[in-house]
C-alpha cells in the first residue's frame, strides 16, 4: 500500500480524472438545521451519488489508474457495502473482474444493490462480523492471488478521490463555508476533505463525526496513533470501523480542528427529522454529520456550515429498528418488567390505577404459568412528554404491584433493541 501523504492537488487531478462519471450532486440548503443554528447549513447530497454513496469517487479514482498488468490479474475490495458498490460500478465501467469481501452486518440491500451494480464483473464473499474481518480475508486472498487490493480509505488514491466531495461543494456554495462537517470510518473523506481544505481554504474549520459505537479516530487521537478498538457497535454499519486509517490518521492528527462522536439513539432521531422534513433518506452514517450540527457542535465559527450527507443506503427494514432507539433516547419510551398476582383483574388495576391519558403500551409479553401465584410481564410504555416520566415512575411506586424500571445500558435491554 502506497503510504505517502497526498495533497490538495491530488484531489484536483482525482476530479479531472473523474469528470462526468460520478454525479455532481445537489448542495441544498436545510431550513430546519438553519434555524436550530440560527446560520446557514448546507446539505451536500451525497446520498444520490452514484451507488447512493460518496464512496464511488475514491473507488473510481484508484482503479481508473491501475496499468494493465494490475488490471488483468483483478482487484480485491473490503467493504461494509458503499465502497463495494462503488467498486462495483468502476469494475463495470472499466470491464476489470473484482471479488468484494462483505462483513455479514452488510444490510441486503447494499448486497443487491452490489449485485446489480456490478453484474457479471462483480463477486461478493460475506462473511465475518465487522469490516475489519472482512478487510483481513480481502488482504490475504490479494496476497495469494496476486490482486490488487482497493483500500476504502487508507491508500491516497482514494482519499483523493473523496476529496473531490469538499472541492465541489465549495465551488456549488453562494457563499463560503465557514465550517463543513463529514462523517468518519476509516477516515477517507475526512483526509480527503482535509487536505483539499488546508491547501485551498487554510482557515476553513473542520470537524468530524463518527458513532459512538466505533469513535476509532478518536481513540487513535488520544492514543496518539491507530488503536484497534476491543468492540464496537455496527448500527452505523457505513462507518463501523475498530481501527483507523494509518494515513487517515496522519492527516487527521495535523489538519483536522476536532473529531467528535454522537450516539446512535441522536443518529436514530436525525435519520427520522432527515426522511420527514427534507425527505432524505439517509443511512445511519449519513447522518452523522448532521447530526453533530443540530445538537452537539455548539460552538463554531459565524458563517455557513456544510454537513455531507455520505450515504443513502438504508434498508426500509430498518425503520421499526430506527423508531424504536430514537423512542428510547429522547426518553419518549420506557420499558419495565411488571409482577402481576394470576388473578382476575390484575391487569386492569394496572391500566386504571397506574397508567393515565397519553401514556400508551406498545408491548406487553406475558406467559402464565399454572402452578404459580405471580407472573411477570414485560411492559413497553410510551409517553408523549419525556418530562412525564416522573409522574410515572411515582404512580408506579405507589402501586401494590412490583414494577422494575430496564434501563437502556441493562444487559437485559439487548433483548429489546
Not at 388495576?349 to 404459568?369: P, W
Request: charged share 20%; hydrophobic share 40%.
Amino acid at each position: 500500500m502506497n503510504t505517502a501523504l497526498p495533497t490538495g492537488v491530488d484531489v484536483v487531478v482525482a476530479a479531472q480524472t473523474l469528470g462526468q462519471t460520478v454525479r455532481r450532486t445537489p448542495l441544498d440548503l436545510s431550513l430546519r438545521l438553519s434555524g436550530i443554528r440560527r446560520q446557514s447549513v448546507l446539505l451536500k447530497r451525497e446520498d444520490i451519488q452514484v451507488g447512493r454513496s460518496y464512496k464511488v469517487r475514491g473507488a473510481y479514482n484508484f482503479i481508473s489508474g491501475l496499468p494493465a498488468n494490475e488490471r488483468e490479474a483483478g482487484i480485491v475490495c473490503a467493504s461494509a457495502g458503499n465502497h463495494a458498490q462503488g467498486v462495483a460500478f468502476a469494475c463495470r465501467q472499466l470491464k476489470i473482474h473484482g471479488k468484494v469481501f462483505l462483513p455479514s452486518t452488510t444490510p441486503r440491500q447494499k448486497r443487491a444493490r452490489i449485485a446489480d451494480i456490478g453484474g457479471r464483473w462483480i463477486e461478493q464473499i460475506v462473511g465475518g462480523a465487522a469490516f475489519d474481518e472482512a478487510s483481513s480475508a480481502a488482504m490475504e486472498y490479494a496476497s495469494a492471488h496476486g490482486a490488487t487490493y482497493v483500500h476504502p480509505f487508507d491508500d491516497p488514491r482514494t482519499i483523493s478521490g473523496q476529496g473531490t466531495v469538499v472541492k465541489e461543494l465549495f465551488e456549488q456554495a453562494s457563499e463560503k463555508p465557514a465550517t463543513v462537517v463529514v462523517p468518519v470510518g476509516g477516515g477517507g473523506l475526512l483526509a480527503g476533505t482535509a487536505i483539499w481544505l488546508r491547501e485551498f481554504h487554510p482557515e476553513v474549520r473542520i470537524v468530524g463525526v463518527e458513532p459512538s459505537g466505533a469513535a476509532s479516530m478518536q481513540a487513535a487521537l488520544a492514543a496518539g496513533e491507530p488503536v484497534t478498538l476491543p468492540e464496537i457497535d455496527a448500527f452505523a454499519d457505513g462507518t463501523a470501523v475498530a481501527r483507523a486509517g494509518e494515513v487517515t490518521f496522519r492527516i487527521a492528527s495535523e489538519l483536522v480542528d476536532d473529531v467528535v462522536s454522537v450516539p446512535e439513539g441522536a443518529l436514530c432521531t436525525e435519520m427520522l427529522e432527515l426522511y420527514q422534513v427534507e425527505g432524505i433518506i439517509a443511512e445511519p452514517a449519513g447522518a452523522l454529520a448532521s447530526t453533530a450540527v443540530a445538537r452537539f457542535l455548539p460552538d463554531l465559527p459565524d458563517g455557513p456550515i456544510a454537513c455531507v450527507v455520505s450515504g443513502g443506503n438504508n434498508d426500509v427494514s430498518r425503520y421499526d429498528d430506527i423508531v424504536e432507539r430514537s423512542s428510547v433516547y429522547e426518553g419518549l419510551r420506557h420499558y419495565f418488567l411488571v409482577t402481576f398476582p394470576q388473578e382476575p383483574g390484575a391487569l386492569r388495576h394496572f391500566l386504571d390505577g397506574v397508567l393515565t391519558d397519553g401514556e400508551d403500551i406498545v408491548l406487553f409479553e406475558y406467559t402464565k404459568k399454572n402452578n404459580r401465584e405471580t407472573g411477570p410481564a414485560l411492559v413497553g410504555i410510551e409517553i408523549q412528554d419525556r418530562t412525564r416520566i416522573g409522574d410515572l415512575l411515582t404512580r408506579m411506586e405507589a402501586s401494590p404491584l412490583h414494577i422494575e424500571k430496564l434501563e437502556p445500558d441493562s444487559p437485559v435491554f439487548s433483548f429489546l433493541l
